[in-house]
């Protein structure tokens, strides 16, 4: 099943957001970065290529 998400920055602070899209390994293999989003300023938000699948995750984090 896809769920898609919307993450926002929503500090008016100078904080910028980092969103990592991740795809799980295959076989044991590594996990694999898929995309990275800059959310570099207040109310800047993900897009529809935002989305959680059985297979992916996300790793939101302060830049």
């Known amino acids: 099943m896809t769920k ?3 993450i926002e920055n929503a500090d008016t602070a100078d904080y910028k957001v980092v969103v990592e899209i991740w795809d799980k390994g295959q076989n ?3 996990d694999v970065l898929a995309k990275t989003i800059n ?3 207040p109310t800047a938000m993900t897009g529809d290529d935002c989305y ?3 297979t992916r995750y996300l790793v ?3 830049a």
């Open 52 to 54: 959680l699948t059985s």
């Open 4 to 6: 898609r998400v919307r």
């Open 60 to 62: 939101v984090k302060e």
């Open 39 to 41: 959310l570099d300023h």
């Open 28 to 30: 044991g293999g590594p």
